[in-house]
Nanobody, 130 residues
Framework: QVQLVESGGGLVQAGDPLRLSCAAS????????VGWFRQAPGKERELLAA?????????YYPDSMKGRFTISRDNDKNTVYLQMNSLKPEDTAVYYC??????????????????????WGKGTLVTVSS
């Protein structure tokens, strides 16, 4: 089974960019779609972006997330990235990556309570100071 480890979080200033990495172990990583989520204190987990398996030809962004976030994958490095630009204090949260063989499961996870996503990382904290 694939295991995921996030990195790249830390303390940044408002307006800065930041790139998060999601490193996967396991030879079957290319068979998994991957998504990035975040959860701020007292708030529900929300989807930021998702990318399809293998070539990553398809990317999905919720309307509220379009513009500042870009997801990409490098299968040679078994890594999925989340590029975040123009960070704001309200972006402060724990950021998680998650993987599932079915992209749809990732896309609807936060809206369909009956959906599960197979693998989750433990998260990386991003703090944006004003």
């Amino acid at each position: 089974q694939v295991q995921l480890v996030e990195s790249g979080g830390g303390l940044v200033q408002a307006g800065d960019p930041l790139r998060l990495s999601c490193a996967a172990s396991g030879r079957t990583f290319t068979n998994y779609a991957v998504g990035w989520f975040r959860q701020a204190p007292g708030k529900e987990r929300e989807l930021l972006a998702a990318i399809s398996r293998r070539s990553g030809f398809s990317q999905y962004y919720p309307d509220s997330m379009k513009g500042r976030f870009t997801i990409s994958r490098d299968n040679d490095k078994n890594t999925v990235y989340l590029q975040m630009n123009s960070l704001k204090p309200e972006d402060t949260a724990v950021y998680y990556c998650a993987a599932d063989p079915i992209l749809h499961n990732i896309v609807v996870f936060t809206t369909d309570k009956g959906t599960t996503v197979e693998v989750w990382g433990k998260g990386t904290l991003v703090t944006v100071s004003s």
